[in-house]
């Protein structure tokens, strides 16, 4: 059964100040002022603190991780809760600070980066049926062990949808400094627009493939228990960016083939030429650069006569480490490094019955001249990775040539 | 009986910065060099931070108490605590952070000025067996609604001594950036010198007469436990000062009149005349400036011809709330306050059996043309309140009668 609360999170920038925190708890004033339904606050660290702290711990201690280094990243949670609730108290409304442990948000002990597996709710449902509302630092949890625990960047929009979650809520609003999800980012494309809704699959693709606006694991919990969210901004009264299921989605209308442009600066591409022959080699490889944590975006590979060429992608900070891994496996193979590029995307659930999509995609960055390093391809997207040079370029043109301006 | 335990706190200069930090951690392997005896660290905020909090509150809802605000205060320890581990991790030690709420340091609900009530000790007494150093959240403490309480102003001293009670620890440690009690403020007194030891009556009336070094409740449980304490230096590896059990002390030689010159120049006094005669109007006033939380010092009152004259002191912080209760109460008595004073006193067990002290202590302001606004006594102590510009001159000229330069 849902109930009908409300789960509110306010990112870094919505905190940054006192100023903020109080134009904060007025929004909340506002919002309560023509909907009665119990809130449940969560809020990050105020913008810049989290730097702060890891500053401070790589200052003491490069490279440390473990419970001391999630304790001290947790305290600028603790700092804007206590804040907020005070802006609160002050505007004439009830409201109570909650660290993890107050709550009960059970984490695994991978410290850094641990997963919620169980809320408890009964102090927050006691504090709404009094009237209270509870203001719960996100990003934070408590292991097995009683050790505060810490979910990784942007773990906040996952305390915030897996609270939704636990408490049955009708919907969760993530509040931020821009109006909602756009169809490309303003900077990069000047003609973007705010999108007034789409699914869960395509929010989750464009986070994985360098949308900034919500932790990709957020969403998909909400998208696993159908949790609509609402991305919004935090200082204009307007409706924002629902993320729903599928089916909900208006479909009243021809569904678009494209919903957004999405680009990651943040990667780069790794080619060795020649390898040895043999699928066994690829695959102790990425087996050995998966141990070392490192993710690996797109592959691509070629046999040739001296053996096989193989290209592939990773984060731009995990370019030493890919290093290091290949100097082991193949000290004499020629290895080249291409660190200006960038992954430009097109990401929509209406390209599933349109061959044709892949093709016009390849065809505006032919037209503008843009050669491709490397490419992928899922049922509802199409990737490419570029030079950096022209990135601006090839979004303009898929943003026009998808009919999204 | 009592275990081997030495419980070591750090106050908020000696945490400072990353390099002062670091700094402690080395210090704490020179000690375990020569010393097998297991530790158990307490740690304040890092110097500066609990103002900036302090300074956030006071932004965001001025004069705001409750559980939020010691929340917003108690993250001060988190950060210096969670450092501090982990440069002792760096070192080679093994250590863990511990906040008051995993150690179980109960207190009431008094925020910002909670007691303590009760310790738990297994979990530091577990890690103390596995070869770990807990490094314990000083100044903060958790109620019975689980809720974060803090100790109050250099409550993390309280913290140290409470929890040493709690392990029956040999003796405690509280490192700070002097080398110990001094006879005098030497900013005040240059001939002031270290004092090697002195007992708890003593540093109780030091602490209450305005010294600065040790929080007068940690002095308070120390004594009622018997706890050895040691004022000492973190940046020198010197011998500091000792503060123990009156019969303890070294009596072979003849135990000086008079221990040390304290001062404290954060002091007030009100005068009013002519008020009613009787002593139920003074009973009223004061029965209200306590119920306001003002602590009243020096009282003295005389009869007059139009009914009674009435002069006390008060701290600097209560005046403007003393005025109040004033003009509530008296709206028509000439009321003076004079705030360009200080007290001055003289504090030594060995007057108890020496009547002439205290004829001696008026002498030598006498001879210096120093007038006395108020003065009281006890049994080891003498204080004057006196203008403000003849402190240095006071102090300096009993530091010099009595014996002490």
Redesign the interface.
Known sequence: MVSNICVKKFGGTSVGS?ER??AVADRILKEREKDSRPYVIVASAMAGETNR?VD??N???LG?R????D??L??GE??S???L???L??KGLK???Y?A??VGIKTDSMYSRARIKEIKTEPLMKDIQSGIIPVVAGFQGVDEF???TTLGRGGSDTSAVALAVALKAQDCEIYTDVPGVFSADPRIVPKAKKIPSLCFEEMVEMASLGSKVLHIRSVEIAAKFQLKLQVRSTFEMTEGTWIMNENELNTSMESPLVTAITHDTQTAIFKLVPLPQGAEVLAQLFARLSEKGIVVDVISQSEIDQGQRLAFSVPVEDIIQTKQVISEFFPKVDTTVLDQVSKVSIVGVGMRNHPGVAAKFFNVLAQNKVPIHLVTTSEIKVSAIIDRKDLEKSAQALHSAFGLD
Chains 1, 2 share one sequence.
């Open positions: 006192t925190i109080e702290l401070l711990a200052r003491t201690y440390f473990g419970p001391a280094y304790m001290l947790a305290s603790q700092v809760i206590a804040l609730s005070m802006a108290e002050k409201a109570k600070p660290l442990h107050q009683d050790n505060i």
